[in-house]
């Protein structure tokens, strides 16, 4: 049976989105050299949100120039200063969280539930602990001599970061990348994605509360020649890039023979395997949570499912239940499950991949739903029947899309869950403990959630094996990306 | 052996190989006039693939000289399916050495520097042949060498220690972080230091579990190709180091393509070199080791643990705590 909702939305009126934008360079706001703008626009109703600067190869020079002045005495501060910074800007994003989640929900097409109650927790979440660290740096690297480790000088920053972010977590990847570059000492020009550029320029006015000095954060949306031309600007001496394999080797050609350090936090079809031991309930959760969160806008996202042929129906028949209850629709109703998609360009591609499913012979189910006349979005949907071999099996979907494939030993489960060129994330569960161990040894990925999915932690490490990409984000490892070891 | 020294007359200008003239001038002092002069066995290197030692299926040899230009051996010239053949090799060694203890990888790694300890002499007199040492100097490269296999031997099981560890998540998680190998890295060695530097990059890779394809010195590959043989004899499994000897940017470019290689050092590739194959490596993202910036490393110093997290993942596993 269904329950009837009544509408419970959250008011827009918190945030107050300005008619247009310009770059955040050197501490201002500024149009981009050619004058050039781009509309972001939100998916959900295909509204214009606010028109915003376009930047080029100019404004990112003059952005690396500016991140450059600063960042002599920026890195020359103590690193106790630094961390105030940043405590402060973490302060600053708790107490602005709600009409950063609206707007977030806006932009991206999220719902509101998770950028309330996932997302800007964790960003602020994760400028508080990396301001901790800004004054510990000493204590953060290996391999250092005991003597130089407590009492000699500080570890190095490594100048000019520049850092291309996708739009899946916005302000979220923003804070993975732009935290733990300030409290190691550098200094930061940052690209947004250009379908969610706003929360990063409404960051731009936390960091003028917070006092931050001026070219200390810079912030370009654009598109993808703005970011590679800021990944190729020779006086960049840091890259950290999210988003694509296709982009992230792009970007690792573009640096060979420099002497820049690159992370890259690449793309994902982790395997989520489900033993016949499992708790079915939770498990169904896991998957749902795997797949469905953040509409499957999520690299490390539990896209194929691995399940034990002896509880394939049980389990199954429980998902379906289960993701006949998901509310796909407005992203700022505090009931919705599943917002929009985040462009039509996105749809596009989880569309053109769904029917490669089909045609390729899987069975594609997705409940009753009816999904909003305008805007982007996309029915929650599972593939059954599906072989390894199949589009959809693996090549990375985004999207709200599961496919399930089968198996009937924990040999043939580590097998086909390592069968991908990706290796970011994976699941796996089963109540006995000495299984989880075994098979978290064997996968070959970055993460593994065992009886959880999409868990993350400013102190837990993510980053991938294999073609999912290098280098870790969160942590203690993830200052290791930021200094010169 | 008449023929033999019919080809080293053909080379015209090079000297015959530096240990027959030592003995030569022996017996120009020596006034013996019966017994014989006892010609040396020369060795023949080769390669070293899969636990064996096969010549190159090409079937070239380069000459080897050394630092004065005579002539020591005929190195195997490996080939690009030479190099593919140690991929394979390195690529099936992966499970057995990653899955075995640290403890045991420890002990193996002691037991070379058992091994390479017992051939002093031997590879004193190569490394002096291959760069030009003194007797005293070559003696104190190899003792390095072999304490650098015990300095990697102890960090076995302490690495995941150091790097790894419980992070405090802020839910109820159990949630840890461990350093696992990345696979199979391909090693091109440097250049100048045939023996030390050699050591000092082969032995970090396998420390951590992951198995090596290593491009030797391409003017000094003999030290290399001999430490193969002290590999074959120390319980070293086979596939886990596989060396070849030849032509750096020859055997490097196949390397750097290999899409079953997961990590490519480039620590005895010149700067365009260098370039060339971190582009190539990118088609599948593997880890990258540049060369060093600042010219020729200082094989001797403290060589932290650099080389051993280069080739480490971090796997981190959550699971909630609950009743």
């Keep these: 049976m269904a329950f009837a909702y009544a509408p419970a939305p959250e008011s827009r009126a918190i945030v107050d989105i300005a008619p247009s934008y310009g770059l955040f ?31 080029g190869e100019r404004d990112v020079d003059r952005a690396v120039k500016a991140a450059r002045r600063a960042f002599a005495t920026w890195s020359a501060l103590p690193g106790a200063e630094r961390g105030k910074y940043l405590f402060r800007i973490a302060r600053i994003l708790q107490e602005r ?69 996708p739009w899946n977590f916005p302000l979220l990847m923003l804070a993975w990348k732009v935290a733990p570059a300030l409290a190691t000492g550098n200094t930061v020009v ?42 190729a600007h020779e006086d960049v001496d840091k890259v950290a890039f999210t988003g694509s394999t296709e982009v992230g080797r792009s970007i690792a050609r573009a640096v060979a023979g420099t002497r820049k350090k690159v992370t890259l936090e690449l793309g994902g ?20 949570k795997g797949i469905f969160f953040n509409q499957g ?31 796909v629709g407005d992203p700022l109703d505090k009931n919705t499950d599943i917002g929009a998609i985040n462009s039509p360009e996105q749809l596009a591609r989880i569309t053109e991949l769904a029917a490669a499913g089909e045609a390729e012979g899987a069975e594609r189910w997705a409940p009753a739903c009816e999904l909003p006349s305008s805007g982007y979005w996309f029915a929650p949907t599972l593939f059954t029947g599906v072989s390894q071999a199949h589009r959809i099996a693996r090549e990375e979907i985004f999207g709200p899309v599961l496919s399930v494939l089968t198996f009937r030993t924990p040999a043939e489960a580590v097998e086909k869950a390592n069968n991908t060129p990706y290796g970011l994330s994976a699941g796996i569960w089963t109540e006995k403990g000495s299984r989880i161990l075994s098979v978290a040894n064997k996968l070959r990925a970055g993460v593994v959630w065992a009886n959880t999915f999409n868990q993350f932690d400013p102190t837990s490490p993510f980053g991938g094996y294999k073609e999912s990409g290098y280098g870790r984000e969160g942590g203690r490892h993830g200052l290791e990306a930021y200094l010169d070891v | 052996m008449s023929d033999k020294s019919s080809k080293q007359e053909k080379r015209g200008g090079k000297a015959a190989r530096a240990e027959d003239a030592e003995q030569a001038d022996a017996v120009v002092e020596t006034p013996v006039a019966a017994a014989p002069t006892r010609l040396s066995v020369f060795k023949t290197y080769k390669l070293y693939v899969g636990g064996k030692f096969p010549r190159s299926e090409s079937g070239r040899v380069y000459e080897v000289t050394d630092s004065t230009d005579k002539w020591l051996a005929n190195a195997p010239q490996a080939s690009r399916k030479d190099a593919r053949d140690a991929v394979v090799a390195a690529r099936k060694a992966v499970p057995g050495w990653s899955g075995a203890t640290a403890y045991n990888r420890g002990q ?13 002499e031997q590879f004193a007199r190569e490394v002096a042949d291959a760069e030009g040492l003194t007797p005293d100097e070559a003696a104190a490269v190899v003792d390095a060498a072999v304490d650098r296999w015990v300095w990697y031997a102890g960090w076995t099981d302490k690495i995941a220690q150091v790097v790894g560890g419980a992070n405090p998540v802020a839910g109820p998680f159990f949630n840890l972080s461990t350093p696992e190998p990345t696979g199979v890295v391909a090693v091109l060695a440097p250049q100048e230091s045939s023996l030390l530097g050699l050591v000092s990059v082969v032995a970090p890779v396998i420390a951590t579990g992951n198995t090596a394809v290593v491009v030797a010195s391409q003017r000094a590959p003999l030290p290399a190709l001999s430490l193969s043989e002290v590999l074959a004899t120390s319980d070293v499994p086979a596939g886990v180091v596989n060396v070849l000897s030849g032509f ?47 010219g020729p490393e200082d094989w001797q110093a403290d060589p932290g643990v650099e080389r051993l997290t280069a080739w480490l993942e971090t796997k981190t596993v959550w699971h909630p705590i609950g009743v």
Excluded at chain 1, 212 to 228: K, S
Excluded at chain 1, 269 to 274: D, F, L, R, T
Excluded at chain 1, 305 to 311: D, K, P, T
Excluded at chain 2, 266 to 280: H, N, V
Aim: contains cysteine; glycine residues 8%; aromatic residues 6%.
């Design chain 1, 297 to 327: 806008h999520v690299c490390s996202a539990g896209s194929r499912l691995l399940v034990q042929e002896s509880i394939q129906d049980e389990l199954l028949d429980a998902l379906k239940r289960r993701m006949s209850t998901l509310r």
């Design chain 2, 248 to 294: 750096t940017a020859e055997l490097g470019a196949p390397l750097a393509a290999h899409l079953d290689v997961n990590g490519l050092d480039l620590t005895g590739a010149d700067a365009e070199l260098a370039r060339e194959l971190e582009i190539s490596a990118a088609e599948n993202l593997k880890r990258v080791r540049r060369p060093s910036a600042a």
């Design chain 2, 108 to 120: 193996v790694l002691y037991r070379v520097a058992e091994m390479l300890e017992g051939r002093r």
């Design chain 1, 25 to 55: 360079i050197d501490g201002e706001f500024t149009e981009s050299a050619d004058g050039r703008v781009f509309k972001s626009v939100s998916p959900s109703s295909e509204e214009v949100l606010a028109e915003v600067a376009r930047a």
């Design chain 1, 97 to 165: 969280s709600r009409e950063l989640a609206v707007l977030e929900s806006l932009d991206n097409g999220k719902p509101i539930r998770e950028t309330r109650d996932f997302d800007l927790p964790t960003v602020a979440a994760h400028f508080f602990y990396y301001a901790g660290w800004a004054d510990k740096l000493k204590y953060a690297v290996t391999g250092r001599s005991p003597m130089s480790g407590t009492s000699g000088p500080d570890p190095k920053p490594l100048g000019v970061a520049g850092q291309v972010i």
């Design chain 1, 269 to 288: 079809k982790a395997a989520n395997i489900v033993f016949d031991d499992a708790p079915i309930d939770q498990a169904v959760e896991g998957v749902v």
């Design chain 1, 190 to 231: 940052l690209k947004p994605a250009e379908t969610t550029p706003l929360s990063a320029l409404f960051f731009a006015d936390v960091c003028r509360q917070a006092g931050l000095p001026r070219g200390v954060v810079n912030i370009l949306p654009g598109y993808g020649d703005a970011g590679a031309a800021l990944v």
